[in-house]
């Protein structure tokens, strides 16, 4: 969404298309509003790197606006970002290159894709190969491997680890170092995908947010250590007995 007036916000897309039916439709981004949306991004961009983060993703997933740059499911355009497939690429990549200039080198820039829509007539996983190679050539680091988002309509044939496979595809057709999500919960779980080069990353959020000590149990699991706080170091039951590192037997 931009700023129109001193009211409030005005929600914004490629095209003036409501994604559900009793929803009111977005306003068209015109040519002054891409360029105010681009130079978001910049600015965000600008603030995280004097705030001193390592590494940013941006979002082009999910129905979220640059995703609807990119599938024709939502961008029904007829200038220059919209028909063809290099013209709905022309406005995701054109943010791209403005944050890449603004953001340090040195500091890993990534994105987030939907690989397919799940919808015929939608995104494709091949969409998403051609992507990929067009941000690797602009200088991506690596790329987080999602799905769907952008219809109602979308058919997610949901299980564990079920966007794994288009990981795979994307990391063997690009080399880009590819990071894997979706109901990847179990620590032998993620440390397979690893193992079989489906993905040199894995990230997760809902696993996290059930169990905060995820990292802890994974460790245990897998026989690792991780460093803990003092407080914290006779928490560990018998079974995981060494997973923090600086813990001592009768520590108190």
Not at 139 to 167: E, H, M, N, R, T
Request: aromatic residues 8%; contains cysteine.
């Amino acid at each position: 969404m931009i700023p129109r007036d001193a009211g409030g916000w005005t929600p914004v897309a490629p095209s003036a298309i409501a994604q559900l039916e009793h929803d009111a439709a977005p306003a068209a981004l015109d040519r002054q509003g891409m360029a105010d949306v681009r130079q978001q991004f910049v600015d965000a961009a600008h603030r995280a790197a004097r705030l001193g983060i390592d590494a940013i993703e941006l979002h082009f997933a999910h129905g979220y606006l640059i995703n609807q740059f990119l599938s024709p499911l939502a961008n029904h355009r007829d200038d220059d970002y919209g028909g063809s497939f290099d013209n709905r690429l022309r406005f995701p990549l054109e943010v791209f290159a403005a944050v890449r200039e603004a953001w340090p080198q040195q500091r890993p820039l990534g994105v987030r894709i939907s690989a397919t829509d799940w919808v015929d007539g939608g995104w494709t996983l091949d969409d998403s190969i051609a992507l990929v190679q067009r941000l690797q050539a602009a200088g991506c680091d690596f790329v987080d491997v999602s799905s769907g988002g952008i219809s109602q309509s979308q058919k997610i044939p949901l299980g564990p680890g079920y966007q794994v496979p288009l990981a795979r595809a994307i990391r063997a057709a690009t080399s880009m170092p590819t990071m894997a999500v979706g109901l990847i919960t179990d620590a032998v779980q993620a440390e397979a995908i690893i193992a079989a080069h489906d993905a040199d990353l894995v990230a997760m959020a809902r696993a996290m947010l059930w169990d905060p000590r995820w990292p802890w149990h994974a460790a245990a699991a897998l026989g690792a250590s991780v460093h803990a706080p003092r407080q914290y170091w006779r928490a560990a039951p018998r079974d995981a007995a060494g997973v923090f590192v600086q813990a001592k037997a009768g520590t108190r």
